[in-house]
């Protein structure tokens, strides 16, 4: 979010941690970096798709969560 912050009021926002406050995993990526991996991942789809295009597949069936046994209807 702070990304989008900066964006938008076209201004860089001091960084700063606080002692104790450390974040436990690595800095978020930025938006642009966001993007690139996203392009990745769709072509990465696109691929997969194409290769297993001349694969018969089943159709996935939902899950009946919640709504007790399933029950004839009259």
């Known amino acids: ?3 989008r ?3 938008y009021t076209q201004s860089e926002l001091p960084k ?3 002692k104790g406050l ?3 995993s690595p800095e ?3 938006d642009k970096a966001r993007a690139v ?3 990745k991942a769709k072509k990465a789809r696109k691929k997969a798709a194409a290769k ?3 694969k ?6 939902k899950k009946r969560v919640g709504r007790g046994p399933k029950t004839p209807r009259s």
Do not use: C, N, W, Y
């Open 37 to 39: 991996a996203a392009g």
């Open 22 to 24: 450390e974040p436990k």
């Open 16 to 18: 700063a941690t606080l």
């Open 28 to 30: 978020p990526l930025s």
């Open 56 to 61: 018969a597949t089943k159709p996935k069936t």
């Open 5 to 7: 912050i900066e964006r």
């Open 1 to 3: 979010m702070v990304g």
């Open 52 to 54: 297993s295009k001349g």
